[in-house]
């Protein structure tokens, strides 16, 4: 059974500040894997999405890494800003047949200006 | 261009009502999912609808069921409502089944008294 683990469940930070998210997962015959960005009691926002095939994808200040051998993957957040303040989510979507993910818990980002 | 719309925004219902939330995907996409996330934690996956059939079904019980109509629109019922069936309800699309990025609506906060 998949699972996927976020570490740290919470982040603080000063604005400013580069920082990394981390992502978890069991099983590595994933198809892809997507970032997303939740404010509180709102919709996901998608961030990045990596192929299996890929090793990185950068938007902007985001960049997301991905090792499927170690079932590892990062977003790294350049010059934090209180806007970036959200919960960031990490899915993988098992297989080529079905689009359903699975998600971790989350890290919790707060930026202080 | 549209992103995925859901309606409604927010529900009250009582233990044992039925309830239909709905979805508009994002122009051009065909496929939607369903996702039901808990306070605190990430977005499971409930099904996942494809040509108007289910294609996917997460680990929910038959009290919920959906339906995708011809214009790709779906809707989620769930019977019998229970106390933990509160939750954001959130609805994505994507392009065909091949694990395309998926999109995510706005949600319904339901909550069940």
């Known amino acids: 059974k998949q699972e996927v683990t976020q570490i740290p469940a919470a982040l603080s930070v000063p604005e400013g500040e580069n920082l990394v998210l981390n992502c978890s997962f069991t099983d590595s015959a994933i198809y892809n894997l997507q970032w997303f960005r939740q404010d509180p009691g709102k919709g996901l926002t998608s961030l990045l999405l990596?192929?299996?095939?890929?090793r990185e994808q950068t938007s902007g200040r985001l960049n997301a890494s991905l090792d499927k051998s170690s079932g590892r993957s990062t977003l790294y957040i350049a010059a934090s800003q209180p806007g970036d303040s959200a919960t960031y989510l990490c899915?993988?979507?098992?297989?080529?047949?079905?689009?359903?993910?699975?998600f971790g818990k989350g890290t919790t980002l707060s930026v202080s200006s | 261009d549209a992103g995925v719309t859901q309606s409604p925004t927010h529900l009250i219902k009582t233990r044992g009502q039925q309830v239909t939330l709905r979805c508009s995907p994002k122009s051009g996409h065909d496929t939607v999912s369903w996702y039901q996330q808990a306070l605190g934690q990430g977005p499971q996956f409930i099904f996942q609808?494809?040509?108007?059939?289910?294609?996917q079904r997460g680990n929910f019980p038959d009290r919920f069921s959906g339906h995708q109509f011809p214009n790709y629109s779906s809707e989620l019922n769930v019977n019998a409502l229970l106390l933990g069936d509160s939750a954001l309800y959130l609805c994505a699309s994507s392009l065909g089944l091949a694990g395309a990025e998926q999109f995510f609506g706005p949600g319904t906060r339901l909550t069940v008294l």
């Open positions: 990596i192929q299996s095939s890929q």
């Open positions: 609808y494809y040509e108007e059939e289910e294609r």
């Open positions: 899915a993988v979507s098992l297989n080529q047949a079905g689009t359903a993910l699975i």
